[in-house]
Nanobody, 115 residues
Framework: QVQLVESGGGLVQPGGSLRLSCAAS???????MYWYRQAPGKQRELVAS???????NYADSVKGRFTISRDNAKNTVYLQMNSLKPEDTAVYYC??????????WGQGTQVTVSS
C-alpha cells in the first residue's frame, strides 16, 4: 500500500485560503483519491474525491469553495480551499478507498479557521 503524507494546514482567518497537499510514496494514478476531515467531537466526513479520469465530487458543504486536483507525475493530490469558514476547522486527511476501509490513516494536517 502507498503511504500518504498530508501537509499545508495552518491558521487562517475566515474568508482566507489554504492549499493542502497529499504526497504519496508510490504511484497513485490507478486510485481514486479522497480528502476527508474530522472536526473535534465529530465523525470523520468525506470532503472531496477525484477519480482516475479526473471526475470530481464534493460534499455539499464545500461545493464552490474547495477544488480537488491531482498530479500523477508527482504522486500528489491537492485540495485548494477558498472562502474558508470557522466550520471548516478540522484535521484533514487524504486516502485511498482501500486504506480507508482498512481504517489506515496518516497523521493529517490541521486547518484552523479563526479570527
Amino acid at each position: 500500500q502507498v503511504q500518504l503524507v498530508e501537509s499545508g494546514g495552518g491558521l487562517v482567518q475566515p474568508g482566507g485560503s489554504l492549499r493542502l497537499s497529499c504526497a504519496a510514496s508510490g504511484n497513485i494514478f490507478i486510485y481514486t483519491m479522497y480528502w476527508y476531515r474530522q472536526a473535534p467531537g465529530k465523525q470523520r466526513e468525506l470532503v472531496a474525491s477525484i477519480g482516475t479520469e479526473l471526475r470530481t465530487n464534493y460534499a455539499d458543504s464545500v461545493k464552490g469553495r474547495f477544488t480537488i486536483s491531482r498530479d500523477n507525475a508527482k504522486n500528489t493530490v491537492y485540495l485548494q480551499m477558498n472562502s474558508l469558514k470557522p466550520e471548516d476547522t478540522a484535521v484533514y486527511y487524504c486516502n485511498t478507498y482501500r486504506r480507508a476501509m482498512d481504517d489506515s490513516w496518516g497523521q493529517g494536517t490541521q486547518v484552523t479557521v479563526s479570527s
